[in-house]
């Protein structure tokens, strides 16, 4: 079945418990050669004749200490780059240094005739069949966290401080904490060649990109010319002023919209594989696996075009108008690509349903609240017995301020800083306040480590929960938040238990994190949601590249959930309110809304 991936204890698997020491050579900088392997080997199944080119790669800038060399290798001719595995192997090592400053990673590589093992430090290994074509892993998301934390831990094994010295939020406990299954993924059903010549074993770079690095944010880009590592999305391409130098060197004699036929038909089914692996909302929209709907909605062909802008063209359309989910999104479109066509298709096709849904929903809200509040709306707010924490992002915390040092003002822009101040309001002798409304009406999302914060201010324990569908590992978190900057972490930072009554704005823009909350709010029975059901995203956000040099943002395979019965639920529906309010202006109206919630109860 195309798009399957396979779930299996291999043979190869049982008998790697035990593997040897590293045999590794550290990237080292070498002039540009070109060399031709002298002698073709020969397998029953497989002839290749392999080249090799030395490239330079940039590790998100161009400074010197960030430029190095290493070679990437061409089989029979084609133009799709491969790397050695003990290149695979350093160069994983240092992107987890560089990333995440994770100085205790490593990575040992053993070779077995076809087989090759890959052994981390934290115990967890994979093994390559080269002949077969699989990879399989004893557990996928352990394997492939460059964090030195449990699987999931990207996602929600976070401190603002560090073991010793907990800053504003810690992290108490890891609970109904399941390591995924082991599991094979068939790369022979995506037409991905994994090369075995001689003792050197060969993988695609595309493919060690979407396999290794994906899954915490880590991405590869190839212009035929160098190597480009981005993280945690195009920042390093683009900002702000413009194209920085990195991005420049990336779009280095690109544009000419034309890419080879070997290239868009491994990008294209490479791409179906690392869709196929790392979306996280495949059962939600019905997927049986990626290239199967490309052919059902009639996209194939585009993609396998040489043609790179009608590619990225089709590749804006299959996100907006199929996927249509809030947080994919092509991201920036091939280096080959025609920047200014791929701009004006974007801007005459617009997004999908749910996005022009949104920006709807966004302005009319938007003008409402600006109407009824003419000189803008606090982000701390009383009105007779109640008071009002508003924000329309979660921000992270403000690094150039310590709040141990200096006490948050009402002019605090970050998530933290407003929900500091405010509960210091609130809590303060004589306090009139009896009603607590967080507003989070027209809240996009943001960091999920301030919107952890913010359910900790409010519940006192945060339990959040992620889970990965498409391997069944899932993990759940206790997190208590330090809001009176007291360096204690108890009952004393909490709105629970205080006798407020405590809600929770919500509509359908509440997206993300602005969905996370509302949606911890209604498991908790401790918070009651008003207004309207928010708008869901139930996912982390991760970034794929395409071998054609693409880059997507899309809901990866970490989705948050709530847990009931020792069962976990999708949050990406969202979070029906306890109490509706159907008319926009009632939302807005503040002395109109204190009223109607004394009449509550």
């Known amino acids: 079945m195309i798009g399957k991936i396979r779930k299996f204890i291999s043979t190869a698997l049982a008998c790697s418990v035990i593997l040897c020491s590293t045999l590794t050579a550290p990237l080292t900088a070498s002039a540009d050669t070109t060399t031709t392997a002298s002698v073709t080997e020969s397998t029953e199944k497989k002839t290749y004749k392999i080249t090799k080119k030395n490239f330079t790669w940039y590790l998100y800038d161009t400074e010197k200490d960030h430029k190095f060399k290493v070679p990437l290798y061409f089989m029979n001719g084609s133009d799709v780059p491969y790397m050695k595995i003990e290149d ?15 100085t205790d990673f490593d990575i040992t590589v053993e070779k077995n005739d076809d087989i090759v093992f890959l052994k981390r430090e934290n115990g967890y290994f994979m093994c390559i069949d080269s002949e077969k074509d699989l990879f399989s ?3 996928f998301d352990a394997f492939v966290n460059m964090t030195n934390d449990s699987p999931l831990s990207f996602a929600l094994g976070i401190d603002l401080g560090d073991e010793n010295s907990p800053k504003y939020l810690k992290k108490l406990s890891t609970s109904n904490l399941r390591y995924g299954d082991i599991i094979s993924l068939d790369l022979s059903e995506y037409n991905i ?15 060690f990109s ?17 190597v480009f590592i981005i993280g945690g999305g195009i920042s390093c391409i683009y900002d702000s002023d413009g194209y920085t130098d990195f991005g420049s060197k990336y779009l280095s004699g690109g544009g000419t919209g034309k890419i080879s036929k070997t290239m868009a038909e491994f990008s294209y089914n490479e791409m179906c594989f690392a869709l196929d692996l790392i979306y996280g909302l495949k059962e939600e929209h019905n997927i049986k696996d990626f290239r199967t709907l490309m052919q059902q909605i009639g996209y194939e062909n585009a993609f396998l075009s040489t043609n790179q802008t009608r590619s990225d063209k089709r590749l804006f359309d299959f996100i907006h108008n199929e996927l249509d989910d809030q947080h994919t999104t092509l991201l920036h479109p091939s280096y080959a690509s025609d920047l200014n066509s791929i701009k004006t298709h974007v801007n005459k096709k617009g997004g999908g349903h749910s996005l022009k849904t949104l920006d709807e929903k966004i302005t009319e809200y938007s003008a409402v609240r600006n109407e009824l509040n003419p000189d803008g709306v606090p982000a701390y707010q009383e009105i007779g017995n ?67 914060y913010v359910l900790s201010a409010f519940l006192g324990t945060a339990s959040v ?10 993990v759940t978190y206790d997190y208590m938040a330090d809001t009176n900057f007291d360096g204690k972490f108890d009952s004393q930072d909490t709105l629970a238990g205080k006798g407020l009554n405590l809600y929770c704005l919500e509509s359908g823009i509440s997206f993300s994190c602005g969905n996370l909350v509302p949606s911890m709010f209604k498991e908790s029975g401790k918070v009651t949601l008003l207004g309207q059901t928010s708008g869901g995203g139930g996912c982390m956000v991760t970034y794929l590249s395409t071998a054609a040099g693409s880059v997507i ?3 990866s395979s970490v989705r948050f959930s709530f847990m009931k019965n020792g069962s976990f639920y999708s949050i990406d529906r ?16 503040r002395p109109v809304l204190v009223e109607f919630i004394n009449g509550l109860f």
């Open 465 to 474: 929960c992620a889970e990965n569908p498409n391997t069944g590992a899932l």
């Open 210 to 226: 979407d396999v290794f690095l994906a899954s915490t944010m880590v991405n590869i880009l190839y212009n035929g010319k160098a």
């Open 193 to 207: 060649d994994l090369v075995r010549k001689g003792k050197n074993y060969y993988i695609p770079l595309q493919t």
């Open 88 to 102: 695979c192997a350093d160069l994983y090592k240092r992107c987890a240094y560089e990333f995440f400053n994770n």
């Open 386 to 452: 109640t008071a009002f924490i508003t924000f329309d992002t979660f921000e992270i915390f403000n690094s150039d301020v310590d709040y141990y040092k200096t006490a948050p003002t009402a002019d605090a822009k970050d998530t933290i800083g407003i929900i500091a101040y405010s509960i210091r309001q609130i809590l303060r002798e004589n306090s009139p306040i009896e009603n607590v409304v967080l507003d989070l009406s027209v809240n996009e999302g943001g960091a999920i480590i301030s919107a952890i």
């Open 137 to 139: 892993f004893l557990d």
């Open 574 to 589: 969202g979070a029906a309110p306890d109490v509706a309010i159907t008319k926009t202006e009632h939302f807005y109206d």
């Open 553 to 555: 943002q899309l809901s």
